[in-house]
């Protein structure tokens, strides 16, 4: 999700951690007000039947709660998003072909993410004051990092990815199959770059959540 970066630092941000600091939605109301069109014209495109956006329930006069406050950060920023780009990744072979130690590594902390990972997941964890937004499944990148892996992509060549870098690539033993995901990787990875170069251009975050 590609969002303004002033929406989101100076205006999503601090309500968000009043809200969790003062167990309260009022400091959300305004802003819920504000993404209420945005909610509406996102739900007309959902199969019918589906329940009123939390959006709008937390404008009018919704009690706070834990559960509903993590509920309405996605929300917040599903419908603050400028741009929620089509994109289809495949972070495993990228992470294969483009940061093989930390492949090897499977599990690494946000903090040590490579470039790759950071592109796809997010280097930041989505902190609004003393609380994590899903911390395992979303993260983001501020406007100075996303000038910065955009910078990164736009370095790399596709086009010299072998099926020798993906050799590693776990539970994809066969040749034809790892031909399949570079093939994959190389169709979808300029879209990765268009997308960071956009926001970069624009002074964007992005935040990246897997659902």
Partial sequence: MVLDADLFSRRMS????????????????????????????????????MDEPLVCKVAQSLPFDRHFWQLLVGELLLYGALEIPEIQVAPETLCCLLAPDSYRQRAVPRAQLAPIQQAIFGQRELLFGTRCYRAEQAGYNDAEDVVRLRDYLAAQVPEQWTLSDLAELRDVPDEEQRQEEL?????????????????????RIIVCEIL
């Fill in 14 to 49: 601090p309500v968000l951690a009043a809200s969790w600091r003062l167990r309260s939605f009022e400091p959300c109301r305004a802003l819920c007000a504000e993404l209420i069109p945005a909610a509406l014209a996102f739900t007309r495109e959902l199969p019918a039947g």
């Fill in 183 to 203: 093939d994959f990787a190389r169709e979808w990875f300029p879209a990765l770059c268009e997308m960071y170069d956009r926001a970069a251009g624009q002074k």
